[in-house]
């Protein structure tokens, strides 16, 4: 009659020398072993099963009216960053929190007031390059005797700052991506 039922949903380990480390890993994140093993478990397994890329939602080019309402509770903390960066950006953070959203459900990135006047500028660099070279092809097309004006330094370190104005660009535009992933 004094029996105890065996319990289905216990599981022991034999930790050996882990067993000091996780007790002190444990007090110094103030939670139970057991409560923070089942977390382990559960982020171990939530990994597993979601390997592949969230999905992501095509862009049409339908406009559509934002109306559906949606209230965020955010921590003091949270709400003065999101200012801060909404600030940074130039938008309100109401703009700036739909910007994340698109940018993380389209994986398309969202440019803010920031990126948009820097591409604007590398369009204006990139428009100034072009045009030198135009007039270098024009020198080489019409007097093959001022080729010799042009040394092959001169293309190279032109070649050098588009590729350097490339990866700029690109960086900014991975920037607009990559700075709403959370870490």
Do not use: Y
């Not at 039922?5 to 890993?25: D, F, S």
């Not at 939530?46 to 939602?57: K, M, N, V, Y």
């Not at 590398?122 to 080489?140: D, E, M, T, Y």
């Not at 050098?160 to 991506?177: E, F, P, W, Y």
């Amino acid at each position: 009659m004094g029996k105890t039922a065996k319990r289905t949903t216990t599981v022991t380990v034999e930790l050996g020398e882990l067993k000091a480390p996780w007790q002190a890993w444990c007090d110094e994140h103030k939670v139970t072993p057991s409560h923070a093993l089942r977390n382990a478990l559960r982020q171990a397994m939530d990994r597993r099963a979601t390997r592949a890329p969230a999905p992501r939602l095509r862009v049409t080019p339908k406009p559509e009216r934002a109306t559906a309402r949606m209230e965020v509770n955010l921590t003091p903390s949270e709400l003065a960053a999101l200012k801060r960066m909404a600030g940074h950006e130039g938008c309100v953070p109401t703009k700036c929190v739909v910007a994340m959203i698109r940018t993380k459900s389209t994986g398309q990135p969202h440019l803010g007031q920031p990126e948009l006047e820097g591409l604007a500028r590398s369009n204006q660099q990139l428009l100034a390059l072009g045009r030198n070279l135009n007039q270098i092809a024009k020198v080489f097309n019409t007097s093959p005797r001022h080729q010799v004006a042009f040394r092959v330094e001169v293309i190279t370190e032109l070649s050098r700052v588009i590729q350097a104005h490339t990866k700029k660009v690109s960086d900014l535009l991975r920037g607009t991506v990559e700075r709403w992933h959370i870490q």
